[in-house]
């Protein structure tokens, strides 16, 4: 069983956390990806990122759908990563229970973190540098 702490705990699950955080950003992602090849309008690239993240059209379950499959996706990870480290019983799982709490806090806060700012950082200002008209989604301009 491996003695290691939060620190080695989060450096093994940095695919978990990063898988998490574009998950939950596809509301947004395929505007920009379909913008940057050409392959839609501007327009067109705006009016399904709205769809998608404002949920019209019947749209409403997207978003919070994306969020559900995000924290199980970091769920899972977090239960598939502790079984390779040998917490397999509820046992060992008492016996180590500070390091798996502190772990999947941890796991928690970066992937969310790591989503607001992929998201709302790095993919608005990507999205305003091709034109898509999400200058008034910036945290900053709040």
Request: hydrophobic residues 50%; neutral net charge; aromatic residues 12%.
């Amino acid at each position: 069983m491996g003695e290691g702490g939060v620190k080695e705990d989060l450096a093994s699950l940095w695919k978990v956390i990063g898988g998490s955080a574009f998950l939950a950003s596809m509301c947004c992602f395929p505007s920009i990806v379909l913008v940057m090849f050409g392959i839609a309008s501007v327009s067109t690239a705006a009016a399904l990122s709205d769809t998608l993240y404002w949920g019209g059209d019947g749209m409403g379950w997207f978003r919070p759908a994306l969020m559900l499959s995000s924290v199980l996706f970091v769920g899972i990870g977090l239960v598939a990563y502790f079984r390779r480290e040998g917490i397999c019983t509820l046992d060992a799982a008492r016996r180590e229970r500070t390091r798996i709490v502190n772990t999947s806090l941890v796991v928690f806060i970066c992937a969310s973190v790591t989503y607001i700012v992929f998201n709302f950082i790095i993919l608005t200002e990507i999205g305003i540098a091709l034109n898509l008209p999400w200058e008034s989604s910036r945290l900053w301009n709040k």
